[in-house]
Structure formats: C-alpha cells, structure tokens
C-alpha cells in the first residue's frame, strides 16, 4: 500500500464549471476525512465517514459540495458551480482507529478562475 | 467548541540547535489526543508525534518531543538538533477521543526555518 492517493494534483477551472476530485484511502483505514487548506492556514474540516457512512459535515460544506464514499473505499468530493473562493488545497486522510492520527494524502490543489 | 492556538507564525534555528514550538488549546473535554504535523513546502502533511491525554509522560520521538500540561491546557514541541529538513510549517491539532472518529481540529500553524 502506497499510502492516501489523491486525484488530480492539480485542477484549473473556471468559474461556473463543477469539479470533482477523488481520493484513495489506505486499505486497511476504514475512517476518511476530506478537509480544505487555504495559503498559509490550518486545514479545516469539511466531512468525515466511516466505511460508506457519512457522519458528520461540517457548515463550511454548502449545498454546492457534496462527497460520496461508495462500499466504504474511495472518495469523491464534487464541488458545483464552483467560485473563486473555492479555490484552495482539498486534502483527504484516512485512519484505521480514533487517536492513531491521519494518512494525509498529498492533496488537489483548485484554481477557479 | 475546541480551539488551538499557535502564537507564533514564524520561527527560525540554527542548524544543530534546539527549538521549542507553542501550542495551546481550549476544550471542556477530558479525554483527547494531541498532535504534531509537518507540512513541507509543497509536500504532504505528516504526523511528528502524538499525546494521549490520559497520559502523563511525555511523548519522544527521536529528536521530538513535547511538553504537556494539560491543567495549563499546553502542548508544545520541542525539537533538537535541528536539520535543514526540518523547514516546513508546524500545525498543532487536537482531537477528542470518540469512538467513531472525530475530527481534527488544526492551529494556524508555525513556519519554521533551518539556517545553515
């Protein structure tokens, strides 16, 4: 196992268009996480699930984001009708057990124009 | 609502010398997890170190380790013998230990600088 994957690394889109960015988790890590990074701030939260369960989404998630984690492997985080303030560092992690720390993956970086 | 503080946006050590990093928290919780994060310039965030809070010795990892004080709600780190790949920003997160996964909760984040 090589780690989280995240796809694309990158993605340039203009304003308007909808995006969507997956994320492979580790195996065996059964928790994922999405969190959104702006330059030079802390990630925060934006969505969690265990297995195919989504638990808990935070308010920064508008009715424009939407994530999926179908039989509890891979993710998608869709951003629709996307906006300049969207434009950020989406990183996903996963873990196996509360208190073992997150994977992180090495994030989609969003440039809306 | 928990929160993380870190005071200090930008520190900078010499090669070979020792660096302290603040962090502290707020939380009406008892039971939670603390933790370290490196994020290289243009790299993935990875995990230093991390304390449980029922614990009260003190994590160490190698040339990391930190200091918790968690009636002074504190949790700083500590690094020796600093190496120029120790440049990277520094987040402190926090997490309250639940049985079906919780989120973290990151600090703003201190950059750190290895001089030659």
């Known amino acids: 196992d090589t780690g989280v994957s995240q796809d694309p690394r990158h993605k340039i889109t203009k304003r308007g268009q909808n995006v969507t960015f997956r994320c492979d988790p580790i195996?065996?890590?059964?928790?994922l996480y999405w969190y959104r990074q702006t330059l030079g701030q802390g990630p925060e939260f934006l969505t969690y699930?265990?297995?195919?369960?989504?638990?808990?989404k935070s308010r920064l998630l508008s009715d424009r984001f939407s994530a999926e984690r179908p039989k509890g492997s891979f993710s998608t985080l869709e951003i629709q009708r996307t906006e300049q303030g969207d434009s950020a560092m989406y990183l996903c992690?996963?873990?196996?057990?509360?208190?073992?720390?997150?994977?992180f993956g090495s994030g989609t970086r969003l440039t809306v124009v | 609502a928990q929160t993380v503080t870190q005071s200090q946006p930008e520190m900078s050590v010499q090669e070979a010398e020792t660096v302290t990093l603040s962090c502290t928290y707020d939380?009406?919780?008892?039971?939670?997890?603390l933790f370290w994060y490196k994020q290289p310039p243009s790299r993935q965030m990875i995990l230093v170190i991390r304390?449980?809070?029922?614990?009260?010795q003190n994590a160490t990892e190698n040339r990391f380790s930190v200091n918790f004080q968690k009636a002074a709600k504190s949790f700083s780190l500590k690094i020796s013998d600093s190496q120029l790949g120790d440049t990277a920003m520094y987040f402190c997160?926090?997490?309250?230990?639940?049985?079906?996964?919780?989120?973290?909760?990151f600090g703003e984040g201190t950059q750190l600088t290895v001089n030659p």
């Open positions: 304390q449980e809070a029922y614990k009260q």
């Open positions: 195996s065996e890590h059964n928790r």
């Open positions: 939380t009406s919780e008892n039971n939670y997890y």
């Open positions: 699930f265990q297995n195919e369960a989504q638990l808990e």
């Open positions: 997160a926090f997490m309250k230990q639940e049985t079906s996964g919780s989120r973290l909760t």
């Open positions: 992690a996963s873990s196996f057990w509360t208190g073992s720390g997150y994977t």
